[in-house]
């Protein structure tokens, strides 16, 4: 095998070269098939067309590239990440799964395993263009139903109309959908996140991607002059939305591996001179227990009610999204942990507080997930960075996990996610 480092500078030479492919000049954003994509497809199947590989795009737009097997008719592993991104973005969320796969692949110099590997570079998993997530796993799992593709981007175009204009017949979006022979889906990806610089760890095997609950909490009062209106006479939804924002974060604070956000508020009417009588407010509560984010939401709703009552105010909320915690494979996991220990790093075990393709294909198939430091824990933005030492131990460490699996007749008999 080349020398590890020769070919974590590759990848992370390949995952800037890539950055160059954007929508936008002097910033990376690549959204659901938007031309930059091309690129992207073109250079990746360029790196992998010497190796033998075949390679398509499928309807959903999904770069989907298969290195054989040494045994006709074998079944398929999967490999990958997303090759989209956020507007004004980093150049490693995602990509760096998809190209540190490749390596993976250019690492075996010609040598064929006992299962095909599939490399797949997901059209989309970020929900930028279409405010709906996932498009491209959704597609190989068979859940990218008509509904979703009559949604609009802020154009009005829909999504059957990008994947027409990308030149691409969205009634075949059922072929795009994985049979039978996959036997499981690995994603490498950065952390995101400061937990693994934190702790010194260059990589972390995620054990569960935590659920989610997103929810909409609108505070009504009553709007009125801010000079003549006593304090003591005041029903100020932005005063109560405030207090409600303080106990939000005091209750997660206190809550073990809780974690609550409100990151969007908007009053009304939104004049300096005026008491606000409305304010709407987004909240955001994740963990990797179900019933513990539930109880969670019931207690801040609660929190929301006491607040309102007391200041003579009104509440009410939306549940907006329901995700329910995806734990991953127990059988990948444990054989990922013993790759990262064999890469002679510590098997740290984790949650992932972010969603990934990897909740989506679980559905399907047995998945794991393989996380890398994050320095400065910066993600979605243009200082999001790897060190070449990580990405060289997260090499070796993928590796031994398709050695490990290949020489495992447990895996091999493995034919769908029971």
């Not at 091309?38 to 190796?51: D, E, M, N, Y």
């Not at 075996?108 to 059209?123: D, H």
């Not at 304010?279 to 801040?300: E, F, N, P």
């Amino acid at each position: 095998m080349r020398n590890s480092k020769t070919l974590a500078l590759e990848v992370v030479e390949r995952c800037q070269a890539l950055a160059r492919h954007s929508e936008d000049t002097g910033s990376i954003r690549r959204t659901f098939l938007c031309p930059a994509m091309r690129g992207c497809h073109q250079k990746i199947t360029s790196w992998l067309a010497p190796l033998g590989a075949s390679s398509r795009i499928d309807a959903a737009g999904n770069l989907r590239i298969t290195y054989p097997s040494s045994e006709a008719n074998a079944p398929r592993l999967l490999l990958g990440s997303h090759l989209d991104s956020v507007p004004n973005a980093g150049a490693y969320d995602g990509i760096l799964g998809v190209v540190l796969a490749a390596a993976l692949l250019s690492a075996l110099e010609g040598r064929k395993l006992p299962y095909a590997v599939e490399l797949v570079g997901f059209s989309e998993e970020e929900g930028v263009r279409f405010a709906t997530p996932f498009l491209g796993s959704r597609a190989l799992v068979g859940t990218l139903n008509a509904d979703m593709l009559g949604r609009k981007d802020a154009q009005g175009v829909t999504i059957m109309e990008a994947i027409e204009g990308f030149g691409l017949n969205p009634l075949e979006i059922p072929e795009a959908r994985i049979g039978e022979n996959v036997l499981g889906y690995i994603e490498f990806h950065i952390e995101q996140g400061p937990l693994l610089e934190s702790l010194g760890h260059p990589l972390g095997v995620v054990e569960t991607i935590v659920g989610q609950s997103r929810l909409e909490v609108t505070f009504l009062g009553h709007a009125n002059h801010a000079g003549t209106t006593p304090m003591h006479l005041r029903q100020d939804a932005l005063a109560a939305a405030a207090e409600w924002i303080c106990a939000v974060e005091n209750h997660a604070k206190h809550t073990s591996e809780l974690v609550a956000t409100v990151g969007a508020i908007q009053a009304k009417p939104g004049t300096g001179n005026v008491i606000a009588g409305e304010a709407r407010l987004s909240l955001d509560v994740r963990h990797r227990v179900d019933t513990a984010r539930k109880t969670a939401v019931s207690y801040l709703l609660h929190e929301a009610e006491e607040i309102a009552t007391r200041r003579g105010l009104t509440v009410r909320s939306r549940i907006l999204l329901e995700q329910p915690a995806v734990p991953m494979n127990p059988f990948l996991v444990e054989q990922a942990a013993k790759a990262v220990s064999l890469a002679g790093c510590e098997a740290y075990r984790m949650v992932s507080g972010a969603g990934h393709d990897a909740m989506i294909m679980a559905s399907r198939v047995p998945s794991a997930m393989i996380f890398l430091r994050t320095p400065g824990g910066v993600s979605h933005d243009p200082e999001e960075s790897v060190a070449v030492a990580d990405v060289a131990k997260a090499i070796e460490c993928g590796c031994h996990l398709l050695e490990r699996l290949a020489n495992s007749e447990e895996f091999l008999r493995r034919k769908q996610h029971a």
